[in-house]
């Protein structure tokens, strides 16, 4: 017996751009967990193609996975996945605040107009600088951090939505990795969400790298409260370019 698919149609608006004309992978990936189920577990997302931008898409749910398709093309795929995401140590506000002199973007940046991590204006990206962490002197860990102050203009009726956090856990890990200039392509996000954002809320976004092979590029994610408790952690998969 084939299992009937649930469809809606999803638009992308303009404003959650990556690089120019593409949807955020951390938006979609966001969206897609919280179609797939509603922020209640792990949830991995594989972007397989660009999204674009302003288009009537389709968002299929079957089974116990959510894909989004342009006509017959397959776009992403979101999958649940029995695994708790191991986030990187926490970093006080203070310090991740400090961090964001360092962000490698001020001094080229592949993507500026990037909803998340671009040089966009207040209100209307997330602007979300991770630089390097460093404390005492001593850089820690190889993590990078940011500070974040939530925009109430990214809230609905039902507060931040999960394509929010999404595009907060997104660039941070790759900016783990990258210099100024440097960019790669997101492959792969798996989120999991522990606690509400707060539109106005204050909150530290620490991102770590965690390896490489070949040209896949690993690292993690998490946003943290101010007093140290998970809000949500990702690990994610980028491609750098041949």
């Not at 966009?120 to 500070?147: C, T």
Request: net charge negative; glycine share 12%.
């Amino acid at each position: 017996m084939t299992t009937a698919a649930l469809q809606t149609v999803l638009t992308v608006p303009e404003r959650f751009r990556g690089p120019v004309g593409v949807a955020n992978g951390g938006w979609l990936a966001g969206t897609l967990a919280d179609a797939l189920n509603g922020k209640r577990s792990a949830v991995e997302v594989t972007l397989h193609a660009p999204t674009p931008l302003e288009s009537e898409l389709r968002l299929e749910h079957v089974a116990n996975t959510v894909a989004l398709y342009d006509g017959d093309k397959l776009l992403v795929e979101a999958i649940p996945v029995a695994e708790e995401l191991t986030p990187p140590p926490f970093v006080t506000f203070t310090d991740a605040a400090r961090a964001e002199a360092g962000f490698a973007g001020h001094h080229g940046h592949s993507f500026p107009e990037c909803f998340a991590c671009g040089l966009r204006e207040p209100g209307d990206g997330l602007r979300i600088f991770p630089g390097p962490v460093n404390r005492d002197g001593d850089s820690d860990g190889g993590l990078v951090a940011a500070g974040w102050r939530v925009p109430f203009a990214v809230a609905d009726e039902d507060g931040v939505p999960a394509s929010i956090v999404g595009a907060a856990l997104d660039c941070v890990t790759g900016w783990a990795h990258f210099g100024p200039g440097e960019s790669a392509l997101l492959g792969r996000l798996a989120l999991e969400f522990h606690r509400e954002v707060i539109p106005g809320g204050v909150y530290s976004i620490v991102g770590q790298a965690t390896g490489r092979e070949g040209r896949k590029l690993f690292s993690k994610s998490a946003v943290y409260e101010v007093d140290g408790s998970l809000v949500a952690a990702a690990r994610a998969t980028w491609i750098a370019p041949r």
